[in-house]
Structure formats: C-alpha cells, structure tokens
C-alpha cells in the first residue's frame, strides 16, 4: 500500500507550485503540475481546510491548471479533496482517474449548479449527477473509491460528499455497473482538467491510496494549544489584563472563551473582552483569589483549556477563603456555621467546619488560605473543638502542594484557640499559594 498525501502547508503563499517545491513539509511531492496559457496554480494562504495554506487554482479559457501523482499501478485506489468555490459554476475534472494523463478511468466534474458529476469511460454524460450543492465559501470534502472491474460492465465506484470533516454525507452514490476498462490505475491528479474559464477555486489536503479498504476519511485534526501567564498579584480595585497564547498547528485558533471559576474563586468579578485574545476586569477587594479559564477552538472543533490566579494580597491578618478550592477540599457546614472553611476568623463559633471521623486511616482536610504578602513572620490561630477526645489532631500549613510545617494540637469538647507559629516564614516563595489543613487519625 501507498498512501500519497498533499496539505500543500510546505509552501510559501503566492509562489507557483512545481514538483520540486511541493515535498517537504506539505507532504509527497507531485510528479508533475500543469499551468499552461493564463491558468496559475499556487501556495495560497487566504483559504485552508487545514493548516496555513492551500492550492489556488486559477484556469482559463486558454489553458490547464492541475497536480497529479503517478501511481504504483492498482486495480484499486481511493481519493480525496477538500474543495473551496466561491460561487458554483461549471469545473472540468476537478479529479481524474487515469492509465495516464490521456486515458481517463474515472472523474468528477463540477456542474454549473455546483452539484458534483461522476464519471465513467461513457464520456461526459456522466452516470451520476448528486442532489447536494459544493456550498460556496465553505469547505466539502469529496471521497471516491474506485475498483477496475474485469469486465467494462462491472467496475466499483463508491462516492461521497461531506461538509469538511463530517462524518455525515449530504450525498452519496454507489454503482457497481461501471465502465471503468480493464487496465490498472496509473495517475490521479486534481485542479480543471479542462479548458473553461471559472473563478479561482482552491484544493487542500489531496491524498490518494492505492490499496484502500473504503474512503480515505476526513484529515485528522490536531488540537490547539494555549498558555496564559503564570498567577499574579494585583491591587485592590486595580485594573487587570489578561492574554492567552494559542496556536494550532494544523489551522487557526476559530475563538476564545473566558470564565471565572465560581467555585474555585471567592469573587466573580465582571469580564471584558471574553470572547476574545485579551480578558479585562476590575480587581476586587484585597483578600480576593480569582481563578480564569480560557478555552480555545480551532477551526475543526478541538479545544485547548488554561487556567491561571489573579490574587488581591491582604496585608494584615488572613482568614481562610469560603470556597470548595481543589480535589482536597472536604468541608463541610455544622452548626451554626455560615460559610465553609471560615475557623480561622471565627472567635465567637458562629462559623465552622468539620473534620472527617477519626479512623485508623489518616485523613487530611485542606483549604486555601487568602492570599497575602509577603512578610517576615506568620503566626496562624485554629479554633478546634472536638465531640469526644481521642486519636490524633494534627494541624498543617502548605505550600501548593509543599509541606512547610505542623503542630500537633490539644484536643477538647470546649472551643479553645492554638497559636501555631511558623518558623521559617523566609522559606516561602508564593504567599498566594497557602493551604490549612487539619489532620486526624486514631
């Protein structure tokens, strides 16, 4: 089996495509390309199914404008393209199945309509006229599979059209009554085959295989990709831009989707630009964490996803952030308590939160502290109760996901503070990354 594929992505846009040139990075290089009188054909990036580029082809009254390849000879062989008219009129053997350049085994045409043509050795009558339309400024993907039959009765050819890479035809057309010849395939090749005069169409991601089980399928797409800048402090009320960095591989980046993490943020502030490159707002209050989420789509459907914090410092005493922050979060509500993980700035037991039933397996409860900073010293107060006494309570103080310190702590039915002091405060790099936990074990 060979597979010859073209996304004509290795070129440079407006220079004449030639066997030469097309190799390389746009895959197999053609055996030969015809441009003759004012017919052009060449690297052009104002339209790609995929990637950067595609062919222009541009034919003529007065000449022909193609690129073929000449094949390991078979009896059967399977084609695709994606095709791009901007409007529909009559196209002469957009794709050619030969013996060679003369001797036609199969075809497809474009009528004036812009539905697709068949064609066997019968002539230009053709044996197959679609229902479907090539819908102008917009990508199809044509798909034919032909076998040689042993007689001039009994050829294969299996056809669809597809709107880009659907999987779902909106035609297709089977005939097992071909008059195909008996001779093998030798050339298949694509552009206007015949002398007409159109406007300029364009050809991506020609591929043919000589050994083919079925259509050759829609070009598998590469997901994009994006990056947005690592988290950052920022001032109360100031004013905050955010870029992402996005780039697809195979196309273009179609559009851009901003959103705060409501339940990774204790503040949604209102975003500008969303739809965009570049996201704006208004930073909140100081003691804010705001988690943004951009998701990019390419121009096939596939998405990238980035996150990245935007924090608010407080810089006098911190409290823990009333949020479900991380897969660590377990906290639960009991009591009187009004919001989730606020013990911390709790003195008169109004809030609260609940640690796991002591059991024989260690288990740890995190939250996230607000953000802060930087300073020369930390001393972090828990209020702690228990229901019955018994088992371990040990408190935590991380760094992401960094352990800098723990204190074991008292254990009473009656609501008490512990100072825990941090030793090493000089030891903490990212005081907007801060996590308390509680830890309790039999």
Not at 121 to 138: C, E, F, K, R
Not at 241 to 246: G, P, Q
Not at 323 to 333: F, K, V
């Amino acid at each position: 089996m060979t597979r010859y594929s073209n996304s004509f992505d290795g070129g440079t846009t407006s220079v004449a495509i030639s066997p030469a040139n097309s190799g390389g990075g746009s895959g197999t290089a053609f055996d030969g390309v015809n441009a003759t009188g004012a017919a052009t054909v060449l690297y052009d990036n104002t339209h790609s199914a995929h990637g950067s580029l595609a062919a222009e082809f541009s034919p003529a009254s007065d000449g022909l404008a193609f690129v073929y390849w000449n094949l390991t000879a078979a009896n059967r062989v399977a084609a695709h393209i994606y095709m791009y008219v901007t409007k529909n009129e009559q196209l002469g053997r957009i794709l050619w199945f030969g013996v060679n350049g003369s001797t036609r085994i199969a075809s497809l045409t474009v009528n004036p309509s812009g539905t697709v043509r068949i064609e066997d050795q019968t002539g230009s009558a053709g044996i197959h006229d679609t229902t479907a339309t090539l819908t102008p400024n917009a990508w199809t993907r044509l798909e034919i599979d032909v076998t040689v039959g042993t007689t001039t009765s009994n050829g294969v050819i299996n056809f669809a059209m597809y709107a880009g890479d659907s999987t779902t035809p909106t035609d297709t057309f089977t005939t097992s009554t071909a008059n195909l010849g008996t001779t093998t395939i030798g050339r298949v090749q694509t552009g206007a085959y015949t002398s007409v005069t159109a406007s300029p169409f364009w050809i991506d991601d020609f591929a043919v295989d000589n050994a083919p089980t079925g259509f050759i399928g829609p070009v598998s797409n590469t997901p994009p990709t994006v990056t947005l800048p690592a988290s950052q402090d920022v001032a109360a009320s100031g004013a905050v831009s955010v870029t992402a960095t996005a780039n697809d591989p195979d196309g273009s980046i179609a559009s851009y989707a901003w959103a705060v993490l409501a339940d990774q943020s204790s503040n949604v502030p209102t975003l500008s630009g969303a739809s965009t490159a570049t996201v704006s707002f208004t930073a909140p209050a100081a003691g804010n964490l705001i988690t943004l989420q951009c998701v990019v789509t390419d121009n096939g459907g596939e998405t990238a996803t980035a996150t990245t914090e935007v924090r608010v410092p407080v810089s006098g005493n911190a409290t823990t952030l009333p949020i479900d922050y991380g897969a660590n979060s377990a906290w639960t509500l009991v009591g009187a308590a009004s919001s989730k993980g606020a013990a911390l700035a709790d003195s008169d037991d109004t809030t609260g939160s609940q640690s796991a039933t002591y059991t024989a397996t260690q288990s740890e409860e995190r939250h996230r502290l607000q953000p802060m900073s930087q300073r020369t010293s930390l001393s972090i107060k828990p209020r702690t109760v228990v229901t019955a006494t018994g088992g371990t309570t040990t408190f935590r103080l991380y760094e992401g996901d960094t352990l800098r310190q723990e204190w074991p702590l008292s254990q009473s039915t009656t609501p008490a503070d512990q100072v825990c002091d941090v030793t090493s405060p000089n030891a903490i790099t990212d005081w907007g990354n801060l996590w308390v936990a509680w830890v309790v074990t039999n």
